[in-house]
């Protein structure tokens, strides 16, 4: 019987001091068996008279071939090992303290936000994270464009931190896509189940909630109750005098709800002269447009699940004032609407009628 011989594949030869690639026990059980390392100190025992020569793992690979990779590229770029090890956490926790002593409550929200969204990295090393990891982290955050681009911005911000750092040479973040901005057009009202999950949000003390059904109860612009000073407001009347945009939308009168008038009453309480302050920072100052829409709005949006822009709490007073059979001519003075008749007839609508309008809507179902 003739003996078939079986050649046994040449391992490659590294150069001295380039390091070392080596199998751990026969692989078998081991879904990266190969090990790459680099020599590290050499640690002496005075009482025994011996040296012995310490040794630095770079990390666990598939195949020899990765292995042998990996240490190539150390050599190229010789990293800090102990940055290699860094975890996503790690480098968050160093990166936050460096940056939220120089940002806003806001901003430090939405950023604490998308990082309790990355749970599943939060233990892996930063150097062994691809597009891919994030891709499925993006994937199960069920959140539109804002959320998910909030995300993202996170993850950009920790590999810039990382790259300066030399814990990564790529930002991997860079390569993951988002949801497209929805259109305009398909714009629609904030279905009943989630106004709901608002409310049940204000049980919670969650002040975006209570700023979201203010708007959604009286169909302000976002600027305008931002803007809006406190000497404009009548808790007693139920009215706010606000407004901008249009000659009809100009300092008029906008009755308060009965359901959201504790949430005024609560910010007219606070510091300062106006209506919603910043939370950080001056309390003579309101809060910005940018800072409600991205930080706020998108944060309360992942907290409910739901991906509506800030333009959908107008569009849902229309919508909630049309079902309640208010009529046109009165929803249209409430919102600011400019039309060839309604500024000459608007003094002919006493804040009796207004709030009698308003009061048609549902409040808070039981």
Known sequence: MEKTSRKRKRRMRLPPGMGSVHKIGDGKNRRKPWRARVQGPVEFDEKAGTATQKYITIGYYETEEQAIEALIEYRKNPYSLEASKATFRDV???????????????????????????????????????????????????????????????????????????????????????KDKEPESTRTAIAREDIEKLWKETDEGDRDAKLALIFIYTGMRATELLEMKKESVDLTGRMMVGGKKTEAGKNRRIPIHNAILPFVRELMATDGPWLVPREKGSANKPMAYSTWRHIHWDRLMGQIGATYTTHYTRHTFTTMMKEAEVADDIIKVILGHSTKDITARYTHYSDDLLLESIDKLPGREE
């Open 92 to 178: 968050y926790e160093a990166w936050s303290e460096r940056k939220y002593p120089a940002t806003s409550t806001e901003n430090e929200r939405g950023y604490r936000w998308a990082y309790e969204q990355s749970k599943a990295l939060h233990h892996r090393r930063m150097r062994d994270l691809r597009a891919a990891d994030f891709e499925m982290v993006m994937l199960g955050v069920k959140v539109g464009f804002s959320m998910q681009n909030r995300l993202r911005t996170l993850w950009s911000q920790m590999y810039k931190y990382a790259m300066e750092n030399d814990i990564v040479e790529k930002n991997y973040a860079q390569f993951v896509t988002t």
